[in-house]
């Protein structure tokens, strides 16, 4: 990690930010009413990803990054889970998450490989 200054260098938390902000975009055109509901759960557990890649970035302890690297994960499977449940309830359609669904496949992917290096 010799370019790495900080977690703001670190790719997989650039496609953290990425996701994040696609959900927030996706989201605008949610209904008023989902204000409290499935927008706010999407957008949390989009933020979610990128942040706790970065604090876990910023323990500096293996075990603590493997840590918040498997949180990450599990914010994934929540956003997959509501933005799957959204194009089923109608309020967007698999076209309009089809991105983001291959963003987080990427990003599994980053977090997979990334914990595997951090165990070795």
């Given at each position: 990690?010799s370019?790495?200054?900080?977690?703001?260098?670190?790719?997989?938390?650039?496609?953290?930010?990425?996701?994040?902000?696609?959900?927030?975009?996706?989201?605008?055109?949610?209904?008023?009413?989902?204000?409290?509901g499935?927008?706010?759960?999407?957008?949390?557990?989009?933020?979610?990803?990128p942040a706790?890649?970065?604090?876990?970035?910023?323990?500096?302890?293996?075990?603590?990054?493997?840590?918040?690297?498997?949180?990450?994960?599990?914010?994934?499977?929540?956003?997959?889970?509501?933005?799957?449940?959204?194009?089923?309830?109608?309020?967007?359609?698999?076209?309009?998450?089809?991105?983001?669904?291959?963003?987080?496949?990427?990003?599994t992917k980053?977090?997979?490989?990334?914990?595997?290096?951090?165990?070795?």
């Open positions: 990690m370019g790495i200054r900080d977690f703001k260098d670190l790719i997989i938390w650039q496609k953290g930010m990425e996701i994040a902000e696609k959900c927030y975009l996706l989201t605008k055109n949610f209904p008023r009413d989902e204000l409290f499935m927008i706010q759960q999407i957008r949390r557990s989009s933020v979610s990803i706790n890649i970065a604090e876990g970035y910023g323990r500096r302890s293996p075990g603590d990054y493997a840590r918040f690297l498997n949180i990450s994960q599990g914010s994934i499977n929540e956003l997959q889970t509501h933005l799957l449940l959204s194009s089923r309830v109608g309020l967007c359609t698999i076209k309009d998450i089809e991105l983001i669904l291959q963003y987080l496949q990427e990003e980053m977090i997979i490989s990334l914990l595997k290096n951090l165990n070795t």
